[in-house]
C-alpha cells in the first residue's frame, strides 16, 4: 500500500501544471507533461542512459559472478577465507562505495588506478570526467558481482554430484559436463540473479549521486526525475509524468520478472 | 563444500593450484579497493592526499576527529542512533508481518496465495523514484518530513516484499506431518508458529533479516530526501565528510570505515546462511 498509493497521486499529478518553487497554483493541462517530453532531449539520453547502466551492470555482474563461483566451488587452501574477501563489496554501502572509488581509485591526481597507469608509462586519465558511465558501471558491478557469486555458489552447491560423478564415468569432457548438465542446472539461478539485480539497478541512485552528481552521460532516469523535482528543478507536474514513464517501463520489466517467478514455482510444483 | 575440481576443469594437480591461485589473485584485486579504505581511514591527510603511499604513521586521528561532534553539523552520535533506531525498528515490523504473511502463503496457503505473492513482490518492481514526489508531499502535510518515524514506515514497507518471499520459502521446508502433529496434539496457532515452525526455520529468519538490516543500513535515497535536516542516518553522514575546502580523503576513509563495519562484520559472519537464503530459499 505504501508505494500503490503514493503511485495514484503520481498519476494525477502528471497531469498538471505544478511548479512549487515559485510557488504557482496547480492547473490541470491534461496530457502537455506527456506530449512534450517525448521530444524532450535530456529525456532521451536519460532514458538511453538507463538502458546502458543496467543492462551492462546486470550482465557483466551475472558473467563475473558466476565464473568467481566456479573457482570458489572447489577445494583450496583458504577457500572460506577467499569467500569472505570476495563477499565484502555487496556489504559496502552503496554511497561509500562510490565516494571511495571516485576520490581515492578513478581520481586522476591520488587515485590508485591512475598511479598505476603513470608507473607504467600511460598517461593519467580523468575517468570520471572522461567516461562517466562506464565509471559507475565499474563500481556497480564491483558492488554486484558479490550478489550474483552468492547466487551462482548456490546453485552450484544443490547440484547433484551423482549426475556429475556419472557423466565422467561415461567420459564426458569437463568441458561437456559445464555445458550440457551444469549450466542448464544453474539456470533457474542465473534468472533469479538477473530479475533481482534488475530491479535494483534500474533504480541507481546512490552512485550517480556520489561519483557524477549527474554530469553529462550519466543522469539515468530515477536522477533525471529527481533533478527535475526535489533535487531543485520543482516542476511536480511534469516530473510526475516522467515518473509515470518509469512505471509503466517498470510494468513491462515486471511482466517479464513475473514470468520468471512464474516459471521457478512451476519448477517447484514439479519437484 | 563438494570437491567439484575434476568436473569442472579436469584433472591435473599443478592446474588446480594453479587456479587456486588465480582464485586468490582475483579476491585481492576485488577486496582491494575495501583494504585501501581502512588504510587511509589510519593515515595524515597530508599522506592520504599524495602519490598513494602503502607505509606511514598509522593515527587514529582521523577517528577522532569525525566522531567528535562538528559544531553545527550532523554529529557521529546521532547519525548512528537515527540509524539504529531506523533500522532495528523497520526491521523488527518486517519480521513481526512477514512471518504471518509467509504461513499462511506456505503451511496454510490461502486460496489463490499465488496472487497473493506475486502481489507482494510486484511491490518491489516500482521504482522508489516514481514514489518519492507524492511521497515527500504526503509526509510534509502529516509533518514526517525529518522524522525517524518517517524512515521506520519506508523501511518496514521496502523490506517487506523480500522478506515475506524469502520466509514463504522456508517456511516451505517445515514437514507438513510436523506441523499436523502439533495440531493434533492441541497446539493452537500460537503455539504452533512458536514452538515447532520457527525453531526450523531459524537460519532462515536470520538470514532475512540479516538482507533487511543491510537494505536498510546502506539506505540513502529516502534518507537525504525526506530527512536531510533532522532525523539524518548514517549514509547521509559519510558524504558530510566530503568538503570541497581543504584536504578531507583521510576523514571520509575513517567515516566510511565506521559506516561500513557494523553490516560488513555481520555479513561476514552469516555468510553462509546468506548463500542459502538468498538462492536456495528464494527457489525452493
Redesign the interface.
Known amino acids: 500500500?505504501?508505494?500503490?498509493?503514493?503511485?495514484l497521486?503520481?498519476l494525477w499529478?502528471s497531469l498538471t501544471d505544478w511548479t512549487i518553487v515559485p510557488p504557482s497554483p496547480r492547473e490541470f493541462v491534461g496530457f502537455d507533461n506527456y506530449t512534450s517530453f517525448f521530444d524532450n532531449q535530456f529525456f532521451r539520453e536519460a532514458v538511453w542512459t538507463s538502458i546502458l547502466m543496467t543492462v551492462f551492470s546486470v550482465l557483466l555482474s551475472v558473467v563475473f559472478g558466476t565464473l568467481?563461483a566456479?573457482?570458489?566451488?572447489?577445494?583450496?587452501?583458504?577457500?572460506g577465507f577467499?569467500?569472505?574477501?570476495?563477499?565484502?563489496?555487496?556489504?559496502?554501502?552503496?554511497?561509500?562505495?562510490g565516494?571511495?572509488?571516485n576520490?581515492?581509485?578513478f581520481n586522476s591526481s591520488?587515485g590508485?588506478i591512475n598511479?598505476l597507469l603513470d608507473a607504467v608509462g600511460f598517461e593519467r586519465i580523468e575517468f570520471v570526467t572522461r567516461f562517466p558511465l562506464a565509471s559507475i558501471v565499474i563500481v556497480l558491478v564491483?558492488q554486484w558481482?558479490?550478489?550474483m557469486m552468492?547466487?551462482s555458489?548456490?546453485?552450484?552447491?544443490?547440484?547433484d554430484?551423482s549426475v556429475?560423478e556419472a557423466?565422467?564415468v561415461d567420459g564426458a569432457?569437463?568441458r561437456a559436463?559445464?555445458f550440457e548438465i551444469?549450466l542448464p542446472a544453474l539456470r533457474?539461478?542465473l534468472e533469479?540473479?538477473t530479475l533481482l539485480g534488475s530491479?535494483y539497478l534500474?533504480?541507481v541512485?546512490?552512485h550517480v549521486?556520489?561519483i557524477t552528481g549527474g554530469g553529462p552521460g550519466s543522469t539515468n532516469?530515477?536522477y533525471f526525475?529527481?533533478q527535475r523535482?526535489?533535487g531543485g528543478g520543482w516542476q511536480?507536474g511534469q516530473?510526475?509524468a516522467y515518473?509515470?514513464v518509469?512505471?509503466i517501463a517498470?510494468?513491462i520489466?515486471?511482466n517479464f520478472?513475473?514470468r520468471v517467478?512464474?516459471n521457478?514455482?512451476e519448477?517447484?510444483a514439479a519437484a | 563444500m563438494r570437491d567439484n575440481t575434476g568436473a569442472i576443469v579436469g584433472g591435473s594437480r599443478v592446474k588446480s593450484t594453479l587456479l587456486g591461485l588465480m582464485t586468490w589473485a582475483i579476491a585481492l584485486i576485488i577486496f582491494f579497493p575495501v583494504f585501501w579504505m581502512v588504510l587511509n581511514g589510519f593515515k595524515e591527510e597530508a599522506d592520504a592526499n599524495t602519490n598513494p603511499k602503502l607505509f606511514f604513521d598509522p593515527t587514529t586521528a582521523q577517528f577522532d576527529e569525525v566522531t567528535s561532534n562538528p559544531a553545527g553539523l550532523l554529529g557521529f552520535g546521532e547519525a548512528f542512533s537515527n540509524s539504529f533506531w531506523a533500522v532495528g525498528i523497520s526491521t523488527i515490523l518486517v519480521l513481526v508481518l512477514a512471518i504471518p504473511a509467509a504461513y499462511s502463503l506456505s503451511i496454510k496457503p490461502v486460496a489463490k496465495w499465488r496472487d497473493v505473492l506475486f502481489f507482494f513482490i510486484s511491490t518491489k518492481f516500482l521504482p522508489v523514484v516514481a514514489a518519492i514526489l507524492p511521497l515527500w508531499i504526503i509526509a510534509r502535510d502529516l509533518e514526517l518530513l525529518n522524522t525517524r518515524l518517517i524512515l521506520i514506515i519506508l523501511y518496514t514497507a521496502m523490506n517487506l516484499p523480500l522478506a515475506v518471499w524469502m520466509l514463504r520459502s522456508f517456511f516451505a521446508e517445515v514437514p507438513k506431518e510436523l506441523v499436523e502433529a502439533s495440531q493434533i496434539d492441541g497446539a493452537n496457532l500460537r503455539g504452533q508458529i512458536t514452538s515447532v515452525i520457527l525453531p526450523i526455520v531459524a537460519p532462515g529468519l536470520a538470514a532475512t533479516a540479516l538482507l533487511c538490516v543491510i537494505f536498510a543500513w546502506n539506505e540513502f535515497f529516502l534518507a537525504v530526501q525526506l530527512n536531510p535536516v533532522d532525523g539524518s542516518t548514517v549514509p547521509i553522514w559519510v558524504t558530510s565528510n566530503v568538503s570541497t575546502r581543504g584536504n578531507f580523503l583521510a576523514k571520509l576513509s575513517a567515516a566510511s570505515v565506521l559506516a561500513t563495519l557494523p553490516v560488513v562484520l555481520a555479513g561476514w559472519a552469516a555468510q553462509k546462511r546468506m548463500i542459502r537464503g538468498l538462492a536456495m530459499g528464494a527457489i525452493k
Open positions: 500500500m505504501v508505494t500503490q498509493v503514493p503511485f497521486f503520481s499529478y568467481l566456479i573457482l570458489l566451488d572447489r577445494k583450496f587452501f583458504g577457500q577467499v569467500r569472505t574477501l570476495l563477499i565484502t563489496p555487496f556489504l559496502i554501502m552503496p554511497v561509500v562505495a565516494l571511495i572509488w576520490t581515492q581509485m591520488f590508485v598511479w564491483w558481482t558479490p550478489f552468492l547466487i555458489l548456490a546453485g552450484l552447491q544443490g547440484q554430484s556429475l557423466a565422467r569432457s569437463s559436463i559445464f551444469t533457474p539461478y533469479l540473479g530491479i534500474i533504480q541512485f546512490d549521486d556520489v532516469v530515477p526525475v529527481y523535482s526535489i511536480f516530473a510526475s515518473s509515470i518509469v512505471v517498470s510494468i520489466i515486471a520478472g513475473l517467478l512464474s521457478l514455482l519448477g517447484e
